[in-house]
């Protein structure tokens, strides 16, 4: 009888100890067996629409850096769940990690820019030379080198990279172009 | 006793058999998708960097075309594109390159290039969207860098880079050079591999039905180049196989749905910026 209890109680415990390893596997590795993975909405903002189909129904506009479930992937698609609601998504508009933000790289890029030897220096701005642009940077004399046989343009550059358009104003030309043309 | 030890058994192995899948095939690929470095702040940094340097190259080859009202009206349409980007966290640069090829390049770190040839020879806003898309899928891609396939010791092709740019030995810098040199054959001589365009042109016109614009003014671009490129063979660019991407074009928009929609052309703005 005593034997029987003992027998009884080993049981109930092996029998919890059990059902707590395969909880724990099942919490730890179910979303990944049903196919659930994080995901990273990484364009600016994002439609999800009720199909794999951009001709489907916009269900809802997500924002950069919004975390949500990945269900599957279809195609150029994958099948996502937010907030309770399921729908589907451009590949190319959601990543597997968040977003660096662009304060996070350009914040120190200037910084980056002088340790690389190719930023300000005055004696760049008095030469019109090419090569002796390349050379009044500083470039270490072997990085200069490496463009030798380039003709380099980094007055160009610098214009270019210094064309002012915030993200507001190309949303806002964006949208402005996109409502004239389908009202006409 | 032993009646226990099979019980235990038996939910060990019923545990096992629904974890399995997860450590094997899809699930470990999907793990292994999110091993991911190239988001990291100091790769980026150097992804920039090694771009920058490609761009002085590009600009230096064929010339800033130093027309302000243009260059800004080309950056308003590439930077709105580039909001619907996967990879909004790069500061991309548009210029216009003083040449009458047909012509667009990109270099990593977001830096990216139309030929005023290209630009005269387009026929709407959305046709420039779209080129610009395809160029910036090339930046988000990393096709360039991808190409140059430097690895770093934990196998991650960016941070090779930035191994080399941050490399103060003479092999780290000698191999540097060869990458920029490699690069600029790719850009200038050699173009991408066919796969590389198919995808650049597949994402480019996503980004263009998401951002409002006609994703198959790619589609008509190319076809309307490719007529000029019969009638007088002025077009010799890097785009040899015409044919292939119109296909594959065709497949994208009949597969992912934005032939359906009525986007934009935006005719009216585009020939009041850019002087036909």
Same mark, same amino acid.
């Given at each position: 009888?005593?034997?029987?209890?003992?027998?009884?109680?080993?049981?109930?415990?092996?029998?919890?100890?059990?059902?707590?390893?395969?909880?724990?596997?099942?919490t730890?590795?179910?979303?990944?067996?049903?196919g659930?993975?994080?995901?990273?909405?990484?364009?600016?903002?994002?439609?999800?629409?009720?199909?794999?189909?951009?001709?489907?129904?916009? !269900?809802?506009?997500?924002? /950069?850096? *919004?975390?949500?479930?990945?269900?599957?992937?279809?195609? %150029?698609?994958?099948?996502? #769940?937010?907030?309770?609601?399921?729908?589907?998504?451009?590949?190319?508009?959601?990543?597997?990690?968040?977003p660096?933000k662009?304060?996070?790289?350009?914040?120190?890029?200037?910084?980056? !820019?002088?340790?690389?030897? /190719?930023? *300000?220096?005055?004696?760049?701005?008095?030469?019109?030379? %090419?090569?002796?642009?390349? #050379?009044?940077?500083?470039?270490?004399?072997?990085?200069?080198?490496?463009?030798?046989?380039?003709?380099?343009?980094?007055?160009?550059?610098?214009?270019?990279?210094?064309?002012?358009?915030?993200?507001?104003?190309?949303?806002?030309?964006?949208?402005?172009?996109?409502?004239?043309?389908?009202?006409? | 006793?032993i009646?226990?030890?099979?019980?235990?058994?038996?939910?060990?192995?019923?545990?096992?058999?629904?974890?399995?899948?997860?450590?094997?095939?899809?699930?470990?690929?999907?793990?292994?998708?999110?091993?991911?470095?190239?988001?990291?702040?100091?790769?980026?940094?150097?992804?920039?960097?090694?771009?920058?340097?490609?761009?002085?190259?590009?600009?230096?080859?064929?010339?800033?075309?130093?027309?302000?009202?243009?260059?800004r009206?080309?950056?308003?349409?590439?930077?709105?594109?580039?909001?619907?980007?996967?990879?909004?966290?790069?500061?991309?640069?548009?210029?216009?390159?003083?040449?009458?090829?047909?012509?667009?390049?990109?270099?990593?770190?977001?830096?990216?290039?139309?030929?005023?040839?290209a630009?005269?020879?387009?026929e709407?806003?959305?046709?420039?969207?779209?080129?610009?898309?395809?160029?910036?899928?090339?930046?988000?891609?990393?096709?360039?860098?991808?190409?140059?396939?430097?690895?770093?010791?934990?196998?991650?092709?960016?941070?090779?880079?930035?191994?080399?740019?941050?490399?103060?030995?003479?092999?780290?810098?000698?191999?540097?050079?060869?990458?920029?040199d490699?690069?600029?054959?790719?850009?200038?001589?050699?173009?991408?591999?066919?796969?590389?365009?198919?995808?650049?042109?597949?994402?480019?016109?996503?980004?263009?039905?998401?951002?409002?614009?006609?994703?198959?003014?790619?589609?008509?671009?190319?076809?309307?180049?490719?007529?000029?490129?019969?009638?007088?063979?002025?077009?010799?660019?890097?785009?040899?196989?015409?044919?292939?991407?119109?296909?594959?074009?065709?497949?994208?928009?009949?597969?992912?749905?934005?032939?359906?929609?009525?986007?934009?052309t935006?005719?009216?703005?585009?020939?009041?910026?850019?002087?036909?």
């Amino acid at each position: 009888m005593c034997i029987h209890q003992n027998d009884s109680i080993s049981t109930k415990k092996w029998v919890v100890y059990a059902g707590l390893f395969f909880m724990t596997a099942l919490t730890v590795l179910l979303p990944e067996w049903c196919g659930a993975y994080d995901l990273y909405v990484s364009s600016v903002k994002a439609q999800v629409y009720r199909m794999p189909d951009a001709g489907s129904e916009k !269900l809802f506009e997500l924002k /950069m850096g *919004t975390g949500l479930g990945g269900m599957k992937k279809a195609g %150029y698609w994958h099948q996502v #769940a937010y907030e309770g609601r399921v729908g589907w998504i451009y590949g190319f508009q959601v990543g597997y990690k968040p977003p660096v933000k662009k304060r996070d790289i350009y914040g120190s890029f200037k910084s980056l !820019l002088e340790k690389y030897n /190719m930023f *300000t220096s005055r004696a760049r701005r008095r030469s019109s030379a %090419y090569s002796s642009v390349a #050379a009044a940077r500083g470039l270490k004399e072997t990085r200069r080198h490496m463009n030798a046989q380039y003709r380099l343009d980094y007055n160009a550059l610098e214009k270019m990279e210094s064309i002012d358009i915030t993200e507001n104003q190309a949303m806002e030309f964006l949208k402005e172009g996109i409502r004239h043309d389908t009202h006409q | 006793m032993i009646r226990i030890s099979k019980w235990f058994l038996v939910l060990l192995l019923i545990g096992f058999q629904q974890v399995l899948p997860a450590l094997s095939g899809e699930g470990r690929q999907r793990i292994s998708s999110i091993v991911d470095t190239y988001r990291d702040v100091e790769n980026v940094e150097a992804e920039i960097l090694f771009g920058r340097e490609l761009a002085a190259r590009i600009l230096g080859a064929y010339g800033f075309q130093d027309d302000e009202r243009l260059n800004r009206y080309v950056n308003l349409v590439g930077r709105a594109m580039a909001l619907h980007s996967g990879r909004p966290e790069l500061a991309y640069y548009f210029g216009v390159l003083a040449s009458d090829d047909i012509n667009a390049f990109a270099a990593p770190g977001g830096y990216v290039f139309i030929t005023r040839g290209a630009l005269l020879k387009m026929e709407n806003e959305a046709q420039l969207a779209v080129v610009l898309g395809h160029e910036i899928a090339h930046i988000t891609e990393r096709h360039v860098i991808r190409e140059l396939n430097i690895k770093a010791d934990d196998g991650s092709t960016i941070a090779g880079i930035a191994g080399l740019i941050g490399g103060t030995t003479g092999g780290a810098v000698k191999s540097l050079e060869q990458a920029m040199d490699k690069a600029s054959d790719i850009l200038f001589r050699d173009g991408y591999k066919i796969e590389d365009e198919i995808e650049a042109d597949r994402i480019g016109m996503l980004m263009a039905a998401s951002a409002g614009y006609d994703p198959a003014a790619l589609r008509n671009f190319l076809t309307h180049v490719k007529r000029f490129e019969t009638e007088d063979g002025a077009y010799t660019g890097e785009h040899p196989v015409h044919t292939v991407r119109i296909a594959k074009m065709d497949d994208v928009l009949a597969a992912s749905g934005p032939a359906q929609m009525n986007n934009a052309t935006v005719t009216e703005r585009f020939y009041a910026n850019v002087n036909n």
